[in-house]
């Protein structure tokens, strides 16, 4: 009798300390995770990052779609990525990339940009493509060697200005963005890690 309590008090214990391990695990997986939210949230905000509006009719609605669009992003880089901490390497390089392309239309040259031109974002869909597209970008570019050896931040802004989307056609321009990485072959796939790796 003495030897089974025993036996029990021991696997009651191991069953805590289990429970324990995996709860100061899943806090600290959730602390990486909060850690990594913010900080992209923070760049999205800054004045200094003006290659996307977030059109809202307050500061609390634009944060809202901030956060969508990072919670979109994290919510499918960091299974593809490995974890949290290469999501969010790569997310603040990406970001960086994205902020410092020059969007090109389809039909022009290259020379002749009239205006500021950003990615517009109005709604929570606009919102969503936004971190869908850069969660995109970001596979891609870990598809290389895990990123190693790779200038993410100029890689992220040459895939982003190899987009060329069409003036006029009526759809966000990030949805444009999102259509053309979705529908890549994987010869065209290839060549666009090829080119942004040069």
Do not use: C
């Amino acid at each position: 009798m003495r030897n089974v309590l025993f036996g029990s008090m021991v696997f009651v214990a191991m069953t805590l300390a289990g429970a324990l391990g995996a709860a100061s695990q899943d806090t600290n997986h959730d602390a990486a995770y909060r850690q990594a939210r913010e900080q992209m949230a923070d760049m999205l905000a800054s004045e200094d990052f003006n290659k996307v509006d977030f059109a809202a009719s307050s500061f609390d609605r634009a944060m809202d779609l901030i956060y969508t669009a990072v919670d979109t992003y994290l919510d499918r880089a960091v299974p593809a990525l490995g974890g949290v901490e290469t999501a969010r390497k790569l997310g603040i390089h990406i970001l960086q990339g994205l902020n410092d392309h020059t969007i090109h239309w389809a039909d022009e040259d290259g020379y002749d940009l009239a205006g500021k031109r950003y990615l517009l974002v109005s709604d929570e869909a606009d919102a969503e493509n936004l971190g869908e597209l850069l969660a995109r970008v970001a596979i891609l570019i870990h598809s290389a060697n895990g990123g190693a050896g790779v200038d993410i931040r100029r890689a992220a802004r040459k895939i982003f200005e190899g987009m060329l989307p069409v003036e006029g056609s009526g759809q966000p321009l990030v949805t444009q963005y999102l259509v053309r990485l979705r529908s890549l072959s994987g010869s065209e796939r290839k060549a666009l890690l090829n080119f942004a790796l040069e």
